[in-house]
């Protein structure tokens, strides 16, 4: 049966790794926004998922080092599960939010290229047409 509940120290780390994944999607909109009316905005993107996964592979493997060692120490603590079960949601959390910032502004930047030449333009007012 599990025990685990979300205690203050619990929620506390849940929030740092959260913070530390979900922040830099968050930091990068601006240039990822910019970048992205080019075709080197879908590198950016491939850069900063493929950096967003290495950041939740770290705190998988630490994690995993963590239970590896309380396990082979025989040690059982019930607040370093409490920690994980929340770091584990939060990583759940952040990382499909992650996921969803990235691919709604690459979208959105995508969009607003191709509508911008559109703009302003009058087909029959435009240069190039058949008199």
Do not use: C
Not at 7 to 12: E, G, H, W
Not at 86 to 91: C, D, G, K, Q, S
């Amino acid at each position: 049966m599990m025990t685990e509940e979300l205690t203050l120290p619990a929620i506390a780390s849940g929030m740092v790794v959260a913070t530390w994944i979900l922040g830099k999607a968050i930091r990068s909109i601006p240039s990822l926004y910019e970048d992205s009316k080019t075709k080197k905005g879908t590198e950016m993107y491939g850069d900063l998922s493929m950096l967003l996964g290495f950041r939740v592979i770290k705190i998988l493997l630490i994690l995993g080092g963590m239970i590896w060692g309380e396990h082979q120490l025989g040690y059982s603590s019930q607040w370093l599960k409490n920690v994980t079960y929340a770091i584990f949601i939060a990583l759940f959390a952040a990382g499909f939010l992650s996921f969803l910032v990235l691919t709604g502004t690459l979208l959105l930047a995508k969009i607003t290229k191709i509508q911008a030449p559109n703009n302003g333009v009058d087909v029959l007012d435009h240069d190039d047409r058949m008199t």
